[in-house]
Protein backbone atom coordinates (compact mmCIF):
# COMPACT_ATOMS: atom_id res chain seq x y z
CA UNK A 1 0.00 0.00 0.00
CA UNK A 2 1.36 3.34 -1.12
CA UNK A 3 0.14 7.02 -2.25
CA UNK A 4 2.26 8.96 -4.88
CA UNK A 5 1.51 12.47 -5.88
CA UNK A 6 3.02 14.28 -8.97
CA UNK A 7 1.78 17.16 -11.17
CA UNK A 8 -1.19 16.02 -12.68
CA UNK A 9 -0.23 16.40 -16.62
CA UNK A 10 -3.78 15.80 -18.18
CA UNK A 11 -4.61 18.63 -16.03
CA UNK A 12 -2.04 21.04 -17.73
CA UNK A 13 0.38 20.57 -14.31
CA UNK A 14 -1.90 22.98 -12.67
CA UNK A 15 -3.92 19.86 -10.49
CA UNK A 16 -1.91 16.64 -8.59
CA UNK A 17 -2.79 13.55 -9.35
CA UNK A 18 -2.27 11.07 -6.06
CA UNK A 19 -1.90 7.31 -7.15
CA UNK A 20 -2.96 4.65 -4.62
CA UNK A 21 -1.31 1.08 -4.76
CA UNK A 22 -1.72 -1.96 -2.40
CA UNK A 23 -4.45 -3.28 0.15
CA UNK A 24 -6.76 -0.68 1.76
CA UNK A 25 -8.07 -3.25 4.15
CA UNK A 26 -8.75 -3.20 8.01
CA UNK A 27 -5.39 -5.15 8.46
CA UNK A 28 -3.45 -2.20 7.92
CA UNK A 29 -5.50 0.83 9.10
CA UNK A 30 -3.30 2.33 11.29
CA UNK A 31 -0.44 3.06 8.42
CA UNK A 32 -3.36 3.99 6.22
CA UNK A 33 -4.30 6.43 8.71
CA UNK A 34 -0.97 7.95 8.78
CA UNK A 35 -0.61 7.89 4.55
CA UNK A 36 -4.16 9.52 4.04
CA UNK A 37 -3.42 12.59 7.24
CA UNK A 38 0.10 12.99 5.31
CA UNK A 39 -1.64 13.46 1.79
CA UNK A 40 -4.11 15.75 3.39
CA UNK A 41 -1.30 17.93 4.94
CA UNK A 42 0.26 18.17 1.29
CA UNK A 43 -2.11 18.11 -0.98
CA UNK A 44 -4.81 20.21 1.06
CA UNK A 45 -6.18 23.11 -1.20
CA UNK A 46 -5.15 21.34 -4.32
CA UNK A 47 -6.95 20.17 -7.38
CA UNK A 48 -6.59 16.31 -6.98
CA UNK A 49 -7.62 13.42 -9.37
CA UNK A 50 -7.28 9.71 -7.29
CA UNK A 51 -6.40 7.57 -9.44
CA UNK A 52 -6.84 4.60 -7.24
CA UNK A 53 -6.77 1.46 -10.32
CA UNK A 54 -3.44 0.12 -8.14
CA UNK A 55 -5.82 -0.62 -5.22
CA UNK A 56 -5.79 -4.84 -5.36
CA UNK A 57 -8.16 -5.31 -2.53
CA UNK A 58 -10.05 -2.27 -0.40
CA UNK A 59 -13.01 -3.34 1.91
CA UNK A 60 -15.21 -0.98 4.31
CA UNK A 61 -12.17 0.39 6.59
CA UNK A 62 -10.63 1.33 3.12
CA UNK A 63 -13.56 2.66 1.37
CA UNK A 64 -13.77 4.82 4.98
CA UNK A 65 -10.32 5.94 4.71
CA UNK A 66 -10.51 7.17 0.94
CA UNK A 67 -13.72 8.77 1.66
CA UNK A 68 -12.38 10.83 4.57
CA UNK A 69 -9.12 11.84 2.18
CA UNK A 70 -11.84 13.32 -0.20
CA UNK A 71 -13.39 15.06 2.24
CA UNK A 72 -10.75 16.67 4.30
CA UNK A 73 -9.03 17.95 0.72
CA UNK A 74 -12.27 19.45 0.67
CA UNK A 75 -12.49 21.08 3.34
CA UNK A 76 -9.25 22.67 3.16
CA UNK A 77 -10.41 24.50 -0.09
CA UNK A 78 -9.12 21.89 -2.62
CA UNK A 79 -11.65 19.36 -4.67
CA UNK A 80 -10.79 15.58 -4.58
CA UNK A 81 -12.57 13.11 -7.61
CA UNK A 82 -11.37 9.24 -7.87
CA UNK A 83 -10.85 7.55 -11.19
CA UNK A 84 -9.80 4.40 -11.93
CA UNK A 85 -11.35 0.93 -9.82
CA UNK A 86 -12.93 -1.44 -10.48
CA UNK A 87 -16.64 -1.16 -10.23
CA UNK A 88 -17.56 -3.28 -7.14
CA UNK A 89 -14.65 -1.07 -5.44
CA UNK A 90 -16.39 2.59 -6.92
CA UNK A 91 -19.91 1.24 -5.39
CA UNK A 92 -18.62 0.41 -1.79
CA UNK A 93 -16.31 4.00 -1.60
CA UNK A 94 -19.30 5.63 -2.64
CA UNK A 95 -21.30 3.88 -0.17
CA UNK A 96 -19.24 4.43 2.36
CA UNK A 97 -18.47 8.00 2.20
CA UNK A 98 -22.59 8.84 1.68
CA UNK A 99 -23.68 10.99 5.08
CA UNK A 100 -26.67 10.34 6.55
CA UNK A 101 -29.36 13.42 5.91
CA UNK A 102 -30.64 14.50 9.13
CA UNK A 103 -34.43 13.76 8.26
CA UNK A 104 -37.22 15.68 9.71
CA UNK A 105 -38.80 13.84 12.97
CA UNK A 106 -42.25 13.50 12.64
CA UNK A 107 -44.19 15.89 14.59
CA UNK A 108 -45.96 14.43 17.54
CA UNK A 109 -49.75 14.27 17.27
CA UNK A 110 -51.35 15.87 19.94
CA UNK A 111 -54.12 13.34 21.58
CA UNK A 112 -57.17 14.55 23.34
CA UNK A 113 -56.96 14.15 26.88
CA UNK A 114 -60.45 12.11 26.26
CA UNK A 115 -58.71 10.43 23.71
CA UNK A 116 -55.99 8.73 25.75
CA UNK A 117 -57.97 7.54 28.69
CA UNK A 118 -60.37 6.32 26.78
CA UNK A 119 -58.18 4.03 24.82
CA UNK A 120 -56.24 3.36 28.14
CA UNK A 121 -59.81 1.92 29.06
CA UNK A 122 -60.12 0.49 26.35
CA UNK A 123 -56.16 -1.71 26.54
CA UNK A 124 -57.13 -2.46 29.83
CA UNK A 125 -60.78 -4.23 29.04
CA UNK A 126 -58.81 -5.94 26.59
CA UNK A 127 -55.77 -7.21 28.48
CA UNK A 128 -58.77 -8.35 31.47
CA UNK A 129 -60.49 -10.30 28.64
CA UNK A 130 -57.10 -11.99 27.51
CA UNK A 131 -56.17 -12.35 31.01
CA UNK A 132 -59.68 -14.08 31.44
CA UNK A 133 -59.06 -16.38 28.32
CA UNK A 134 -55.64 -17.88 29.90
CA UNK A 135 -56.70 -18.56 33.25
CA UNK A 136 -59.49 -20.39 31.97
CA UNK A 137 -57.30 -22.38 29.54
CA UNK A 138 -54.42 -22.57 32.70
CA UNK A 139 -57.10 -24.11 34.93
CA UNK A 140 -58.51 -26.92 32.07
CA UNK A 141 -54.90 -27.97 31.97
CA UNK A 142 -54.75 -28.06 36.02
CA UNK A 143 -57.31 -29.86 35.73
CA UNK A 144 -56.94 -32.32 33.65
CA UNK A 145 -53.45 -32.87 34.99
CA UNK A 146 -55.52 -33.19 38.32
CA UNK A 147 -57.28 -35.95 37.29
CA UNK A 148 -54.52 -37.61 35.55
CA UNK A 149 -52.89 -38.19 38.78
CA UNK A 150 -55.97 -39.10 40.55
CA UNK A 151 -55.95 -42.25 37.88
CA UNK A 152 -52.03 -42.44 38.88
CA UNK A 153 -51.19 -41.80 42.48
CA UNK A 154 -48.21 -42.93 42.71
CA UNK A 155 -47.26 -39.95 40.22
CA UNK A 156 -48.12 -37.04 42.68
CA UNK A 157 -45.23 -34.88 44.47
CA UNK A 158 -46.75 -36.27 47.97
CA UNK A 159 -43.15 -34.66 49.46
CA UNK A 160 -43.18 -31.21 47.06
CA UNK A 161 -46.71 -30.69 48.49
CA UNK A 162 -45.53 -31.01 51.87
CA UNK A 163 -43.49 -28.94 51.90
CA UNK A 164 -45.30 -26.04 49.92
CA UNK A 165 -47.76 -26.60 52.50
CA UNK A 166 -45.35 -26.43 55.58
CA UNK A 167 -44.31 -22.77 53.72
CA UNK A 168 -47.82 -21.72 53.00
CA UNK A 169 -49.81 -23.14 56.31
CA UNK A 170 -47.32 -23.60 59.20
CA UNK A 171 -45.06 -20.68 58.77
CA UNK A 172 -47.61 -18.68 58.02
CA UNK A 173 -49.55 -19.12 61.64
CA UNK A 174 -48.11 -16.22 63.69
CA UNK A 175 -48.89 -13.40 61.03
CA UNK A 176 -51.78 -14.60 60.09
CA UNK A 177 -53.32 -15.16 64.16
CA UNK A 178 -51.83 -11.45 64.92
CA UNK A 179 -53.86 -10.26 61.66
CA UNK A 180 -56.65 -11.48 62.48
CA UNK A 181 -55.99 -10.49 66.64
CA UNK A 182 -55.78 -7.04 65.73
CA UNK A 183 -58.17 -6.60 63.07
CA UNK A 184 -61.08 -8.46 65.20
CA UNK A 185 -60.19 -5.80 68.12
CA UNK A 186 -60.28 -2.94 65.89
CA UNK A 187 -63.75 -4.42 64.44
CA UNK A 188 -64.76 -4.60 67.81
CA UNK A 189 -63.75 -1.44 69.31
CA UNK A 190 -65.46 0.29 66.87
CA UNK A 191 -68.56 -1.44 67.27
CA UNK A 192 -68.79 -1.24 70.70
CA UNK A 193 -68.39 2.87 70.59
CA UNK A 194 -71.24 3.47 68.40
CA UNK A 195 -73.17 0.32 70.02
CA UNK A 196 -73.09 2.11 73.03
CA UNK A 197 -75.53 5.09 72.20
CA UNK A 198 -77.71 2.68 72.14
CA UNK A 199 -77.54 0.70 74.85
CA UNK A 200 -76.68 -2.42 72.73
CA UNK A 201 -72.90 -3.02 73.35
CA UNK A 202 -73.58 -6.49 74.20
CA UNK A 203 -74.22 -7.59 70.46
CA UNK A 204 -71.13 -6.86 69.65
CA UNK A 205 -70.48 -10.54 70.40
CA UNK A 206 -72.65 -11.09 67.76
CA UNK A 207 -71.55 -8.71 65.42
CA UNK A 208 -67.70 -9.95 65.85
CA UNK A 209 -68.36 -13.58 65.42
CA UNK A 210 -70.67 -13.54 62.59
CA UNK A 211 -68.45 -11.50 60.18
CA UNK A 212 -65.26 -13.01 61.73
CA UNK A 213 -66.81 -16.50 60.60
CA UNK A 214 -68.56 -15.73 57.24
CA UNK A 215 -66.25 -12.73 56.21
CA UNK A 216 -62.98 -11.81 58.29
CA UNK A 217 -61.31 -14.93 58.46
CA UNK A 218 -61.55 -16.25 55.11
CA UNK A 219 -60.76 -12.87 53.33
CA UNK A 220 -58.03 -11.93 55.44
CA UNK A 221 -56.17 -15.27 54.92
CA UNK A 222 -56.61 -15.02 51.42
CA UNK A 223 -55.53 -11.73 51.22
CA UNK A 224 -52.09 -12.29 53.32
CA UNK A 225 -51.87 -15.15 51.05
CA UNK A 226 -51.84 -13.65 47.89
CA UNK A 227 -48.97 -11.51 48.89
CA UNK A 228 -46.78 -13.83 51.45
CA UNK A 229 -46.99 -17.28 49.36
CA UNK A 230 -48.06 -15.79 46.01
CA UNK A 231 -45.53 -13.95 45.25
CA UNK A 232 -43.20 -16.48 46.30
CA UNK A 233 -44.72 -18.82 44.00
CA UNK A 234 -44.54 -15.90 40.51
CA UNK A 235 -40.96 -15.45 41.75
CA UNK A 236 -39.74 -18.90 42.13
CA UNK A 237 -41.26 -20.43 38.84
CA UNK A 238 -40.14 -17.34 37.01
CA UNK A 239 -36.74 -17.14 38.05
CA UNK A 240 -37.15 -21.22 36.47
CA UNK A 241 -38.04 -19.79 33.36
CA UNK A 242 -35.36 -17.35 33.09
CA UNK A 243 -33.06 -19.94 34.08
CA UNK A 244 -33.97 -22.69 31.35
CA UNK A 245 -35.00 -25.00 34.08
CA UNK A 246 -38.73 -25.48 32.75
CA UNK A 247 -37.65 -25.90 29.54
CA UNK A 248 -35.18 -28.58 30.97
CA UNK A 249 -37.80 -30.17 32.98
CA UNK A 250 -39.78 -30.44 29.36
CA UNK A 251 -36.68 -32.38 27.97
CA UNK A 252 -36.58 -35.20 30.35
CA UNK A 253 -40.25 -35.87 28.86
CA UNK A 254 -41.93 -34.48 32.52
CA UNK A 255 -45.01 -32.49 32.74
CA UNK A 256 -44.26 -28.88 34.50
CA UNK A 257 -48.07 -28.46 35.91
CA UNK A 258 -47.71 -32.13 37.49
CA UNK A 259 -44.16 -31.41 38.95
CA UNK A 260 -43.93 -28.00 39.78
CA UNK A 261 -47.87 -26.35 39.56
CA UNK A 262 -49.92 -28.39 41.00
CA UNK A 263 -48.34 -29.39 44.44
CA UNK A 264 -47.93 -25.75 45.07
CA UNK A 265 -52.18 -25.19 44.22
CA UNK A 266 -53.04 -27.90 46.31
CA UNK A 267 -50.82 -26.65 49.20
CA UNK A 268 -52.90 -23.19 48.60
CA UNK A 269 -55.84 -24.95 48.96
CA UNK A 270 -55.68 -26.86 51.71
CA UNK A 271 -52.96 -24.10 53.84
CA UNK A 272 -55.55 -21.45 53.05
CA UNK A 273 -58.45 -23.74 54.53
CA UNK A 274 -56.79 -24.77 57.54
CA UNK A 275 -55.55 -20.82 58.05
CA UNK A 276 -58.72 -19.19 57.47
CA UNK A 277 -60.21 -21.28 60.45
CA UNK A 278 -57.60 -19.88 63.03
CA UNK A 279 -57.83 -17.04 61.82
CA UNK A 280 -61.29 -16.95 62.37
CA UNK A 281 -60.52 -18.32 66.57
CA UNK A 282 -58.23 -15.25 66.34
CA UNK A 283 -60.89 -12.77 65.12
CA UNK A 284 -63.25 -13.28 67.88
CA UNK A 285 -60.21 -13.95 70.73
CA UNK A 286 -59.69 -10.07 69.55
CA UNK A 287 -63.06 -8.83 69.64
CA UNK A 288 -63.45 -10.73 72.94
CA UNK A 289 -60.16 -9.43 74.48
CA UNK A 290 -61.37 -5.55 73.45
CA UNK A 291 -64.98 -6.14 74.88
CA UNK A 292 -63.89 -7.16 77.98
CA UNK A 293 -61.37 -4.54 78.01
CA UNK A 294 -63.03 -1.91 76.40
CA UNK A 295 -66.38 -2.30 76.88
CA UNK A 296 -66.86 -3.57 80.16
CA UNK A 297 -68.65 -7.05 78.93
CA UNK A 298 -67.45 -10.01 80.87
CA UNK A 299 -65.91 -12.88 79.55
CA UNK A 300 -68.46 -15.84 80.85
CA UNK A 301 -71.32 -13.27 79.12
CA UNK A 302 -68.99 -13.43 75.95
CA UNK A 303 -68.54 -17.15 75.68
CA UNK A 304 -72.43 -17.66 76.46
CA UNK A 305 -73.53 -15.18 73.84
CA UNK A 306 -71.31 -16.51 71.46
CA UNK A 307 -72.37 -19.99 70.61
CA UNK A 308 -75.98 -18.75 70.21
CA UNK A 309 -74.62 -16.61 67.27
CA UNK A 310 -72.65 -19.10 65.31
CA UNK A 311 -74.51 -21.23 63.59
CA UNK A 312 -73.67 -24.25 61.48
CA UNK A 313 -74.30 -22.13 58.29
CA UNK A 314 -72.08 -19.40 59.18
CA UNK A 315 -68.79 -22.06 59.47
CA UNK A 316 -70.10 -23.39 56.81
CA UNK A 317 -69.74 -20.34 54.45
CA UNK A 318 -66.70 -19.04 55.53
CA UNK A 319 -65.22 -22.43 55.03
CA UNK A 320 -66.54 -23.30 51.50
CA UNK A 321 -64.95 -20.33 50.37
CA UNK A 322 -61.61 -20.73 51.35
CA UNK A 323 -60.55 -23.52 48.83
CA UNK A 324 -61.67 -21.82 45.75
CA UNK A 325 -59.92 -18.72 47.27
CA UNK A 326 -56.66 -20.61 47.49
CA UNK A 327 -57.21 -22.25 43.86
CA UNK A 328 -57.70 -18.86 42.40
CA UNK A 329 -54.87 -17.29 44.18
CA UNK A 330 -52.49 -20.17 43.09
CA UNK A 331 -53.35 -20.08 39.16
CA UNK A 332 -52.69 -16.84 39.34
CA UNK A 333 -49.35 -17.12 40.70
CA UNK A 334 -48.29 -19.57 38.95
CA UNK A 335 -49.52 -18.54 35.44
CA UNK A 336 -47.72 -14.96 36.15
CA UNK A 337 -44.14 -17.25 36.74
CA UNK A 338 -44.85 -19.36 33.50
CA UNK A 339 -45.11 -15.72 31.61
CA UNK A 340 -42.08 -14.43 33.14
CA UNK A 341 -39.36 -13.11 30.41
CA UNK A 342 -35.69 -13.44 30.21
CA UNK A 343 -35.19 -10.05 32.44
CA UNK A 344 -35.01 -9.06 36.11
CA UNK A 345 -37.59 -6.70 35.05
CA UNK A 346 -40.11 -8.99 33.70
CA UNK A 347 -39.47 -11.07 36.73
CA UNK A 348 -40.38 -7.85 38.93
CA UNK A 349 -43.47 -6.80 36.91
CA UNK A 350 -45.05 -10.23 36.92
CA UNK A 351 -44.36 -10.63 40.72
CA UNK A 352 -46.03 -7.39 40.97
CA UNK A 353 -49.09 -8.38 38.42
CA UNK A 354 -49.39 -11.56 40.38
CA UNK A 355 -50.02 -9.82 44.01
CA UNK A 356 -52.24 -7.49 42.69
CA UNK A 357 -54.72 -9.59 40.50
CA UNK A 358 -54.77 -12.02 43.03
CA UNK A 359 -56.23 -9.49 46.02
CA UNK A 360 -58.27 -8.09 42.89
CA UNK A 361 -60.15 -11.53 42.75
CA UNK A 362 -60.45 -12.33 45.96
CA UNK A 363 -62.28 -9.88 46.91
CA UNK A 364 -64.47 -10.06 43.69
CA UNK A 365 -65.20 -13.99 44.45
CA UNK A 366 -66.22 -13.21 47.69
CA UNK A 367 -68.72 -10.27 46.46
CA UNK A 368 -70.21 -13.52 44.25
CA UNK A 369 -69.89 -15.65 47.21
CA UNK A 370 -71.84 -13.40 49.17
CA UNK A 371 -74.76 -13.03 46.63
CA UNK A 372 -74.67 -16.12 46.09
CA UNK A 373 -75.24 -16.91 49.72
CA UNK A 374 -77.87 -14.51 50.22
CA UNK A 375 -80.05 -15.20 46.91
CA UNK A 376 -80.46 -18.94 48.47
CA UNK A 377 -80.98 -17.50 52.18
CA UNK A 378 -78.05 -19.30 53.51
Avoid at 12 to 37: C, K, N, P
Wanted: net charge neutral.
Amino acid sequence: MAISAEPDAAGGGVGQLLRLSGEWTGRHAADLEQLVADAVMRLGGHQVRVDIAGISRVDTVGALLLGRLRREIAAAGGSATLEGGRPEQRILIDAADREPQDTPAPKARRENAGYGLVADIGRGVLSSVTDLKSWVVFLGAVVATLGRVMLRPRSFRFTSFVHHLELVGLRAVPIIALISFLVGAIIAQQSIFQLRAFGATVFVVDLVGILSMRELGVLLTAIMLAGRSGSAFTAEIGSMKMREEIDAIRVMALDAIEVLILPRILALVVGITLLSFLATLASIAGGAFVAVVYGGISLDVFLTRLPTTLTMESFLVGTLKAPFMGMVIGLIATIEGLNVEGSAESLGRRTTASVVKSIFMVIVLDGLFAMFFAAIGY
